[in-house]
């Protein structure tokens, strides 16, 4: 491995550390600690592995497309592919919020002092997981999805984890037609490091994490900070009836497909992997499994396609007949793609 850390005056920086790019952006950062450390791992693996391939999680507002499931969870899942992940994951207020964003600024600098990457969430997106690669004695340098924009590489104040204060043109100025948005000192504390550990064989590790996903529909609803998360089929129901009802914001819909889109892709492409790691398993079951999942693909592309990610936002949801039906249809294949997990699972 190479020399990781380089210093340029007082900036203590991660050298090979960038943002993977994915929608799911835990699902990202994750990808981002694994090829920093160089450890050989396909995306669809990753995904697969964490689980998030095969949930769809929606918060009961249907503004947090990035929201569940809890990490607690997912980060014990990811040990089982090579990774330990420490850190700070809290709601807060008032003078608690003040104390663990101190805390948190002392960890990070710890971390990346080591050499050990640093994501955080609500860092300067909103609902959205990005990579710190650097610190200096101001604060936060992140690498996310508006790395590129004017300012977005400037640096973060420490005192601003949590309160997405991304720095690039286009979120200051949105910032400034919000006011609401100002002087907040509560919010989510959400930072982690992470360190190479030795991995679970694939076997145990895939029955995991596929009990996980079991489990985690089965239950159907969780709740977190006092929000509930809808999973599975209710999440699909909550949909169905917000559509009804003009309840959902196209900009978060169109969100939510788009990680809904990458994480079907990443399940097909995660059992075609299975195949050829796992000796053992039903391998019919495996292609239907394939074949379903493409279904589920190919609806959330004309979904996507539909509704597309735009700046400025849009709140308004068109043709939805056609979208209704679509949603109605993905319920029902969603169905028989979980009966599949299910009879994965139980052949372990």
């Known amino acids: 491995m190479s020399e990781n850390i380089g210093v340029n ?5 991660l050298e090979n550390y960038n943002f993977s790019g994915l929608d799911a952006s835990l699902v990202g950062a994750i990808k981002s600690v694994t ?10 693996w990753i995904y697969g592995m964490m689980g998030i391939a095969f949930l769809h999680v929606l918060d009961e507002n249907l503004v947090e497309p990035n929201g569940g499931p809890t990490v607690q969870e997912v980060f014990r899942l990811v040990r ?14 008032g003078q608690d919020f003040i104390n663990l964003q101190a805390e948190a600024w002392e960890k990070a600098k710890q971390a990346i002092s080591l050499k050990q990457p640093v994501f955080a969430k609500n860092i300067d997106i909103g609902n959205q997981t990005s990579v710190v690669y650097a610190y200096d004695e101001v604060g936060y340098y992140t690498r996310t999805w508006h790395t590129g924009f004017e300012h977005s590489e400037d640096v973060i104040p420490w005192d601003l984890l949590g309160l997405s204060q991304c720095p690039c043109i286009n979120c200051v100025n949105y910032r400034k037609s919000v006011p609401q948005m100002a002087n907040s000192v509560s919010g989510l504390i959400s930072l982690h490091w992470a360190t190479p550990t030795q991995p679970v064989d694939d076997l145990p590790a895939l029955k995991d994490v596929l009990g996980f996903v079991v489990r985690l529909n089965e239950q159907g609803t969780y709740t977190w900070a006092e929000k509930t998360y809808l999973v599975g089929s209710k999440a699909y129901e909550k949909w169905l009836i917000a559509l009804e009802n003009n309840d959902v914001d196209k900009y978060f819909f169109s969100l939510f497909l788009e990680i809904l889109y990458e994480a079907r892709s990443h399940a097909i492409k995660f059992l075609k992997e299975l195949k050829g790691r796992i000796t053992g398993l039903n391998e019919q079951t495996i292609d239907e499994g394939i074949n379903k999942y493409s279904e589920v693909a190919l609806k959330y592309k004309i979904l996507k396609e539909m509704y597309p990610y735009e700046e400025p936002r849009q709140s308004e949801i068109k043709q939805k007949e056609r979208c209704i039906a679509l949603v109605e249809e993905l319920y029902q294949l969603e169905n028989d793609c979980f009966k599949l997990i299910k009879e994965i699972h139980a052949s372990l």
Do not use: F, M, R, W
């Open 80 to 93: 089982n592919i090579g990774l330990e992940i420490d850190g700070l994951h809290v709601y807060a207020e």
């Open 35 to 44: 090829d920093y450390y160089q450890i050989p791992l396909t995306t669809s």
């Open 9 to 13: 005056v007082n900036k203590v920086q």
